[in-house]
């Protein structure tokens, strides 16, 4: 009998924490602060405070079960520990096409900013992603991890550039002006709590990092805590440059500002940003959907097949296939969706 072939531990703190907060920033804070900006006005930051209050108390509850069950299917083992298999399997299942949904859909993301830049279909370079970033995930962890630590740093970057055009403008408006009172602050943070979510898919990297049972918690609360700092300045300094009216009317907030720094080359540097934004972030749904088909097959609630390593790679080869598959035909039903849509609309 042939022995079993396990996932290779490459992961240190410093690769779980990047991976963390790449998923954790992804596009929420470019698609919400507006809206937010509009509900909270000038007290956006404390918007954001209020829903990092909350973060990091679902974060803790992570950081405490990956610390006793560190395992690849993450929410799948802590349901069934609790609660036993048969919720598990579905909790694992809505867990796995959260992430395919996710990932294709910002994939189609990645194709509007890639047609801006170079003027391929948008469907194309969703595709072309989609798989490449699937060879990339076969091709090893460590391989995948240096990609998401890079593809984090030039995202943050963004954020960081945002903090610095600001910093002249500190103090210029009212941090405490709140247009809609106190409501509106708190249905801001109930909006821009969506910009904290992803520092879940952290715990799924648990069976490729070295001492997991310490390294992921630590990760986890780090990245956390870096996002919320980033957050936070982001904010005071959106609205410290532009005010929070400007802020809420425009569909671009950042762009707006950048160009105000930047000029016509903004809208260049913005894209190539937003291009690694989105690819990291389809990268780590990928992942995450991934790894927890991989550790439902490896406790027998899935078929086996789907928890086959490759020999060589230490990756789950099968599980990486399907979440493939998922994906591209999530990207074509969608597609499908909107050309029918389009279609109507003209006839009628």
């Known amino acids: 009998m042939s022995k079993k072939v396990a996932l290779k531990r490459e992961l ?39 829903s990092a209050f ?37 909790i694992g299942w ?4 959260s992430g395919v949904i996710g990932a294709s859909t910002v994939s189609l993301g990645f194709g509007g900013y890639f047609k801006a830049l170079f003027n391929i279909p948008i469907i194309t370079s969703a595709l072309v992603l989609i798989i490449a970033l699937s060879f990339l995930l076969f091709w090893g962890i ?8 890079v593809a984090t740093l030039i995202e943050t970057s963004g954020l960081i550039i945002i903090i610095f055009i600001g910093v002249p ?25 969506f910009a904290y979510t992803g520092f879940e898919s952290i715990v799924k990297l ?20 870096i996002s919320i700092v980033l957050y936070i300045l982001v904010a005071i300094s959106a609205v410290s440059v532009i005010g929070w009216e400007k802020l809420s009317e425009s569909d671009a907030p950042f762009a707006v500002i950048a160009f105000s720094a930047f000029g016509s080359d ?24 991934s790894r927890i088909i991989y550790g439902m097959a490896d406790s027998l609630n899935l078929p086996g097949i789907l928890a086959k390593v490759h020999f060589s790679r230490r990756t789950p080869w099968s599980a990486i296939i399907i979440t493939m598959v998922l994906s591209l035909l999530f990207v074509m039903r969608v597609i499908s969706h909107l050309w029918q849509t389009l279609l109507t609309s003209r006839c009628s």
């Open 266 to 289: 903004a809208f260049v540097l913005l894209t190539v940003i937003a291009l690694f934004s989105t690819a990291n972030t389809v990268l780590l749904m990928m992942l995450g959907s």
């Open 206 to 225: 648990s069976e490729e990092t070295k001492a997991p049972e310490k390294t992921i918690p630590k990760g986890l609360i780090y990245a956390i805590l």
């Open 142 to 149: 460590k391989e995948s991890a240096r990609f998401a630590v």
């Open 12 to 50: 240190g703190l410093l690769e779980v924490t990047l991976s963390g907060v790449g998923i954790i920033l992804g596009a929420g804070i470019y698609a919400l602060i507006g809206r937010a900006a509009g509900l909270a006005g000038n007290s956006l930051w404390i918007s954001f405070a209020i």
């Open 94 to 97: 809505l867990i796995i096409l």
């Open 169 to 193: 403008y500190l103090g210029k408006v009212d941090y405490f002006e709140m247009p809609t009172g106190m409501a509106g602050v708190f249905q801001a943070s109930a909006l821009v709590f």
């Open 54 to 90: 909350i973060a990091i108390f679902t974060g803790l509850s992570y950081a405490e079960l990956s610390s006793m069950f560190p395992k690849a299917s993450a929410e799948y083992e802590y349901t069934s520990n609790a609660f036993g298999k048969r919720l598990a399997f579905i």
